[in-house]
Every structure is written in C-alpha cells, then in structure tokens.
C-alpha cells in the first residue's frame, strides 16, 4: 500500500466484491514499514487510523508517539505516552525513556527512573549474553544511557538540588555495575570529576572510555564507537584537560566521517588554535609551527562560518567565538591572502578587498 488513502466501497453492483477492511494490527504493520522508509508523515496517517479505531490500543498509542517524535510533535507525542502510561504504567519501559527525553529537571528524573527499573527487572529475568548483538547486551546499553542521562540532569538542570552530587555519584556507581561498560559512563563520569576539580581523574575516566572504542569501525552496527553527538561532546571535554593529541584523534575521524557539520569544524580551528598557543617555544621550528597550526585554524574557522550560515545554525556563542578568533589569527598572521584566477591564465591575489598587483 503506497499511500494511506480511503478506499472506496466496491458494490456487487460493479465489482461482485467487497473492499477489504484493514484492523489495526494491519495499520501499525504499514506504519511500520512506512518508518522503515523513513515516511514519517504517512507512517502517522498509519498509525492516527489506527487510533481511531482502538484509541486505548498500546501498541497504536507508542507507534503514534514514537513517529511524532521524529516529525518533532512533541506535544502530541508526550500525550500518547501519558496516555499509555496511564493503561499499563508497570510495563514497558520504551515510553518512559521517551517521556524523560521530553521532560525537564526531577520530572525527567522521575521518568527515567521508572523506565531504568522496569529495564533491571527484564534484565534480571534474561540470560547473561555479551554476544555483539545481543538482546541482554542491548538492554544493558540502554541501561547504562538512561544512567548517564540522569546525571546530566543533576549535572545542569537540577545542580543546585541539594543531594545532586550524592545522586551522580549514585547513578554512575550503578552505571559501572553494568557489563559491559560503555564508553559514554566514563565520558559521563569525567565530566562528574571536572565538576568537582578532579582533572586527573577525569583524565583518567576519559582514557578508559577512549580505550574501549578508539580504532574500530564507526560505521559498524552495535559497534562500541559512540554516536556523531557524544564524540563532539567528548573532544570539549578532551581540550578542557589539555590532552590535545586525544582530542585531534577524534576531531581527524569526525572529519572523515562527516566535514560538513559546522560545530566539528568549529572545535577543529579551535584545537589548532590552542595548539599554536602551546607550541614549545625552545623550539629551532616554533615559529613555523605555530604559523602551520594557525593557518589550520584559520581555514576550519572560515569553513565553520560558512556552514554556519548554508546550516541556518542557531547556536550565536559559536559562531561568536568564531570570529574572535579569526580577528586574533588575522592579528598574528596578517589578513589572508586568497588567489584567483583571471583571464590570460595569470593569477590575481587578493588581500581582503584590495588587489595587490
């Protein structure tokens, strides 16, 4: 069925046959699919038809919610999950996860932790298999995030709750319990420990996490490598403790993987730029040094600001920052020197709006 259109009724007048009647197992089977093709919009035409017939059906509520919350209707989303929490609130913990995800401060908390007990409790009942792939291994991920979303609420929005550094501790001590451990507790735990002016066992926390991933294939499905988001959370956190070699290694493969996303680009200018900054100045080479990583700041720099604009991006402190550090790199290096090729073959070189013949 390609679109979700009425059908008309055939009569035995002009067919002999009746039209075919869809129940709602049929309509969450198109929704389904409809996902799988990434047709969010008709996948909710699926899925609304569905409710209609049975607005108290489960399975129709969660896959109304789950495919708003792709089409960004987050109202509308968290609606269908009260609504299902409402009918089944001890069992099923993928409408708790998504209603903390919605949810802000204790609210979220309390969300998130409903979903994290039912997810012990089937956990408990599974048989231990840390087979790549695996049903437990999955749920223990699953786990161990919704953990780690918990402390970064204690960490932002609820800091100045009076048990929140009792509560982070808490929830990582319960993350690290999970086996496998994944590389996002440790990121999570390192920003615990900065919190608290522990660097060198952020440091520490950082390194275990990167052991775990760094070198494999971030393209490979279950991979250990964490998502596109958490690595660039995870360079911040790098160039904060100063291990810069760590923090390129990272930044060289979120490049590889996508250059086109202006905060990548963003923190690769700045790490060049800190690098110039760091540049041992006993050094016979540092002047040519700091110059080389200063040119590659200034051009991930200009390349962010670019996207920034084409990405229509809202985030103004970066692109803020941006600029001021090309007004710096300008102020050491001079204004940049562009070539453009003219008529004749020969080469006109421009600084900034002048042409220097």
Known sequence: MGKFQRTKVATKATTGTAAPSYGVSDLLVQANQAVDRFEFELAHQFAMRALQMEPQNLNALEAAGSIEVELELFNEAKQHFLESVKIQPNAGYSKFMYLGQMSEQLEAISYFQQGVNLMLAERASMPQDLTKGSDYLALSNKISSALCSMTDIYLTDCCFEPNAESQCEAYLAQAVQIEPVTPEVYQTL??????????????????????????????????????????????????????????FTVLNGLIEENDQVPDTLYLFGWANYIAAEEVDESSPTADEERKEQLENAREALNACVKLWHLTESTDEPMLQHTQELLEVITGVLGPEVEEQEIEGGEIEYEDDDEEMN
């Open 190 to 247: 390192a920003s615990v420990r900065l919190s608290q002016q522990r660097v060198d066992e952020a440091k520490a926390a950082l390194a275990q996490g990167l052991a775990i991933w760094l070198g494999s294939d971030p393209t490979e499905e279950d991979g250990p490598t964490p998502d596109y988001e958490t690595r660039l959370a995870l360079v911040k956190l790098l160039l904060e403790v100063a291990m810069y070699d760590e923090a």
